[in-house]
């Protein structure tokens, strides 16, 4: 009788779309900044117009900074581009935000963070999915060292 009851409840719940799924535990994932630059050495990353190579990570408490060398394809300076990121997670999904970008030294006008965003922050993200992708994460925490995600 007992068993009946149970299926009875489980078969309406069904008919009803309520999800009976047992609950997920929370799992960390954590990668170091030794890794993540590890993993960056050597690649160049072409855009339309330039080629991003010498690209490293500094973790720092809250947020990363990349810096990367911007060749233009056709002529032109290599230029020295520093974004600081500060991760933001909504709807289970991490989205990285530019918190200041300079190019040279110099703080990046609007048109130059537009392509810094393009540039790097798209390969950022499409690089840190590789962690946690398909997951939903409940928090991101960046130390000096790591970055760590909460994912379900």
Known sequence: MKHASRLVIFLLCLMLGIAVVPALASTTVTVTETQINTLYTGIVIPTTNYNVSNISADLQPG????????????????????????????????????????????????SQMTQLNTMIVSYWTMFMNLYYSGKTVSSVTISATT??????
């Open 63 to 110: 947020k990363v900074v990349i810096s990367a060398s911007i060749t233009p394809k056709i002529g032109g300076a290599t230029a020295i581009g520093k974004l600081t990121l500060k991760p933001i997670v909504s709807g289970g999904k991490v989205k990285w935000s530019i918190v200041s970008a300079t190019l040279n030294g110099a703080p990046a006008t609007g």
């Open 147 to 152: 970055i760590s995600a909460v994912i379900n």
